[in-house]
């Protein structure tokens, strides 16, 4: 069965470092999200991403926050410079246009900013 | 209290019970999902219910969303030591399948 995957499993980075955290959605979705689980609290929307470009974002995601999909399997959650506070669980997560609109989440990447 | 509570936030049953969680919600949805977390792992999609369905089923799960309560309830029967895992409702308030997290149920399925 399809499944998203997300790498790397676990990042750890120093404060004020750039991280880009890696998903590979399901070949024939077309809608990607980034949702962020800090440990023990809810899981948030970061942003959603269609067609090359940004659909909608919270007001976590700011300046520092960026999403590409470079190729055609690939898409990306880069942060410029990481603060502690961004530590958490990130979940990458890809919806197909023409299914029953169910969104797929990845393994997530766990980040811990020191 | 925000949008996507679930209650109870903690559920210990023995194998073979059946368990049901709630959730509720404050605005008006497009649809509603349901997920599995095991500790530290990633979300397992279970279900998802649209907004002018009121049951689904799939194995063992059963759902069923009443948006005249603005909640949703998810019942698992004859539960596993295997079910043991948090359970989220994401609710897509938009209809830009932006989903809105519930803050989950921590079941304990004891052997």
């Known amino acids: 069965e399809p499944e998203v995957t997300q790498t790397p499993s676990h990042q750890v980075t120093q404060m004020g470092q750039e991280v880009i955290l890696r998903c590979v959605p399901i070949?024939?979705?077309?809608?990607f999200y980034w949702y962020r689980q800090i440990l023990g609290q809810k899981v948030e929307f970061l942003v959603s991403?269609?067609?090359?470009?940004?659909?909608?974002k919270s007001e976590i995601f700011d300046d520092q926050f960026s999403v590409e999909r470079p190729d055609g399997s690939n898409f990306t959650l880069k942060i410029r410079s990481t603060k502690l506070e961004d530590s958490a669980m990130y979940f990458c997560?890809?919806?197909?246009?023409?299914?029953?609109?169910?969104?797929?989440f990845g393994p997530g990447t766990r980040l811990t900013v020191t | 209290s925000q949008q996507g509570e679930e209650d109870p936030q903690a559920l210990s049953i023995q194998e073979g019970e059946n368990a049901t969680m709630n959730c509720s919600y404050k605005?008006?949805?497009?649809?509603l999902q349901w997920y599995r977390q095991n500790s530290g792992r990633g979300l397992v999609h279970l279900i998802l219910?649209?907004?002018?369905?009121r049951e689904k089923h799939s194995g063992r799960l059963r759902v069923t969303l009443d948006t005249s309560k603005k909640s949703s309830s998810l019942l698992i029967t004859a539960s596993r030591a295997a079910d043991t895992a948090s359970y989220f409702c994401?609710?897509?308030?938009?209809?830009?399948?932006?989903?809105?997290f519930g803050t989950g149920t921590r079941l304990k399925v004891l052997a």
């Open positions: 605005t008006s949805i497009n649809n």
């Open positions: 219910i649209r907004s002018n369905e």
């Open positions: 994401a609710a897509d308030t938009s209809g830009t399948y932006k989903y809105i």
């Open positions: 997560a890809s919806r197909s246009q023409t299914s029953s609109y169910e969104q797929y």
């Open positions: 991403f269609y067609n090359n470009e940004i659909s909608e």
């Open positions: 070949s024939n979705h077309l809608y």
